[in-house]
């Protein structure tokens, strides 16, 4: 590890405070990865499907049999899950949610009433206590009505306060704050500032300890607070200076949303999402007791990241949600609307639009389900599985929606407010477009997705080879790697050439669905050797080569998909047995993206587009821009922030008490 004259090295044990710039915005590519690679979780305590998936290993017996959830947990959630079904389908206005662009006092006050703010917190803090698979099953439902009440709930819970206090709250800290936010307050995760999205080694934000010792002031911008208008309790990452004797590092703080000093400076209005309450939120001498400090100085970027691998399941559920809707409208319009004398689902050209969206609708609530049914059991790791399920439900949801407005031709582009004020069925087609594009970008973006996923798909790799590539190890590390290398090399290597799926016999109990099976043992093995083959050629520069490793975790991706529906279909055949038909369709379907993905591995123009790129941004195309009129230049891209007091009024919303 390096350091400059701005930067100090991290202490042991820091947990995620990294190398930390000594001064916001000045800080280099190598201390930003070094403070994004002390952040994450290093070690695997537990078997990963994924993690066995990315190394030519296909490890069915981690998901087959199906699991299957605790009775006792089903029995508890579902009367909850009835009475919010009841609710929202009498209670909310969906439509008017989305015209107003605000959820109303007494939705918070109902869903409040129903226990819905404390969905994933344990009922001895007053709350339901969910499962993962239950809690996800909520906000699909909720969101079906309104997506905004989906991302109000899933905001709140999944990386609001609830969560990280449950993983790494004091009995004080909980007793203190879940009984509040079981009973309906709202809470509201900041990290994002107006210069710091995905490279938190740039944080701005300070917490300075006080002379007396008793607790911090804060002083920053937060930018993008989900819920960050209503929200009486936050969860705050700010920079902790490091002096001797003191750690230091990016923390995570409880702040009561009321302390003097905090000023809400604006709600952001969305393309999608409406009703979404999103603050710019200003913090100027904050006082924050060292009593609500989570996990300790330094380890906030730990924290935010573990919380983070269950988290991520609150945003494919609502795209699960998405997919369920846009499947119905689909269906049933497709069967009713004539065209050419045969309704325009008979068609082929709407007929494959139709597969796809009932095919990948069924693969996307597999994938989640496995997931939730894994986290609850907490036997295995799913960090891997977290993220591709949030990255795969993420995209095909969009595509999903895009081929729905397609199928529904001009209808698909009217809103649900014009389409009633002629007498025909308000189905929000362009609304559920709009309100899914952000899931591409929220809890990490695809492109970030993606990187983050390939690290630890390659994670067995660096830490046997990863001294090789470094180019600041030394003469003796490199030769230490390298003998660790081999010997992993040489019992690892000869397992990809062979495999189950080479037998024309195996997976045979799983009847019409073995050759699906087959495929993706043979897959997992080419996904291992195409990853080898790119680190010997590439070894450090793999990580620019961005193409690349997307394309490698996106076939992961399928693959893993692929596994689950198979699985699933034949555990369900007695009960479900159509649930093979769309397993069988899904993988088809499936195979052919992830043929096209191993070709694109090698033939792209990836190498080209970076070169022009280049050339772009010096402007030596600016030509081709002729001929229109530009976006005003007269202010900047990104809003400088100065520190003080805030100069604007106050738009904090209170939700009146029920």
């Given amino acids: 590890m390096t350091t400059t004259q701005n930067s100090r090295p991290a202490e042991p ?32 305590g537990k078997p990963s499907f994924g993690k066995e998936l990315f190394l030519g290993r296909l490890r069915l017996d981690l998901i087959n049999p199906w699991p299957t959830p605790d009775p006792a947990a089903t029995v508890k959630a579902d009367p909850f899950l009835r009475t919010l079904e009841e609710y929202v389908r009498s209670g909310v206005d969906g439509a008017a949610i989305e015209r107003d662009a605000r959820i109303p006092d007494e939705v918070f006050q109902g869903l409040g009433r129903l226990g819905a703010f404390g969905m994933k917190i344990d009922e001895k803090y007053g709350g339901l206590g969910l499962s993962n698979l239950h809690y996800c099953r909520a906000l699909m439902l909720a969101g079906s009505v309104s997506p905004a009440i989906g991302a109000l709930l899933s905001a709140h819970q999944s990386i609001g306060v609830p969560q990280p206090l449950k993983m790494f709250g004091t009995d004080e800290q909980k007793q203190t704050f879940l009984p509040r936010l079981a009973a309906g307050e709202v809470s509201a995760f900041l990290l994002t500032e107006p210069d710091v999205g995905s490279d938190p080694a740039r944080l701005a934000t300070i917490a300075e300890p006080t002379e007396d010792g008793t607790g911090y002031r804060l002083n920053g911008v937060k930018l993008w607070a989900t819920n960050g208008t209503v929200a009486t309790l936050l969860v705050v990452m700010a920079r902790v200076p490091a002096t001797d004797g003191r750690r230091g590092g990016i923390t995570a703080f409880v702040v009561e949303g009321d302390s003097p000093g905090i000023t809400v400076e604006r709600r952001n209005a969305f393309l999608g ?28 970027l730990k924290i935010a990241l573990t919380t983070l691998n269950t988290g991520r399941l609150s945003l494919p559920a609502m795209c699960v949600g998405a997919g369920k809707w846009c499947l119905n409208v689909a269906r049933e319009w497709a069967a009713e609307r004539v065209q050419w004398g045969r309704p325009v689902g008979a068609h082929e050209a709407v007929a494959t639009k139709l597969s796809f969206i009932a095919a990948t609708t069924y693969g996307m609530e597999t994938m989640l389900d496995l997931c939730c049914l894994l986290a609850d059991d907490d036997r295995n790791d799913i960090r891997i599985e977290a993220a591709l399920v949030k990255l795969y439900a993420s995209e095909m949801a969009w595509r999903i929606a895009d081929e729905l407005i397609q199928i529904r ?11 009633a004020a002629r007498g025909e069925r308000p189905a929000a087609v362009e609304q559920i477009l709009r309100d899914l594009r952000i899931n591409r970008i929220f809890e990490g973006s695809t492109e970030i997705m993606h990187l983050l996923i390939a690290r630890e798909a390659v994670d067995a790799h660096l830490s046997v080879a990863g001294d090789i590539i470094d180019p600041e190890a030394g003469l003796g590390r490199k030769a230490r790697a390298g003998a660790r290398a081999g010997a992993f090399y040489a019992k690892w290597l000869p397992t990809l050439a062979v495999g189950r799926g080479q037998s024309p016999t195996a ?58 529906v198979c699985v699933r279909a034949h555990a369900e055949r007695q009960t479900r047995p159509e649930g093979v038909e769309l397993a069988d369709l899904f993988c088809r379907q499936a195979r052919l993206r992830v043929d096209a993905l191993f070709r694109a591995l090698w033939e ?21 821009e002729d001929g229109i009129v530009a976006p005003a230049a007269d202010a900047a891209w990104v809003a400088a922030w100065e520190p003080g007091p805030s100069s604007v009024p106050d738009v904090r919303r209170r939700i009146p008490p029920g």
């Fill in 13 to 44: 044990g820091s947990d995620g405070a990294g190398l930390l710039p000594a001064e916001a915005g000045q800080v280099s590519e190598q201390e930003s990865r070094q403070v994004a690679e002390a952040a994450r979780e290093s070690e695997w």
């Fill in 604 to 624: 792209n123009t990836d190498s080209v587009d970076v070169a022009a790129a280049k050339r772009i941004l010096d402007g030596r195309y600016a030509s081709v």
């Fill in 507 to 564: 997976y045979a109990e799983f009847g019409p669905l073995a050759t699906h099976l087959r495929y993706a043992e043979r897959a997992s093995r080419k996904l291992a050797r195409s990853t080898f083959y790119a680190m010997s050629r590439w070894q450090g520069k793999l990580e620019r080569k961005q193409g690349f490793l997307g394309r490698i975790v996106d076939i992961g991706a399928e693959v893993f998909a692929i596994s689950a």
């Fill in 273 to 300: 999402l409406r009703g979404l309450e999103n603050s710019v939120t200003r913090f100027h001498d904050v006082f924050v007791p060292r009593e609500n400090v989570i996990g300790g100085e330094g380890r906030g």
């Fill in 409 to 419: 031709g001009g209808r698909g582009y009217e809103t649900a407010d014009s389409l």
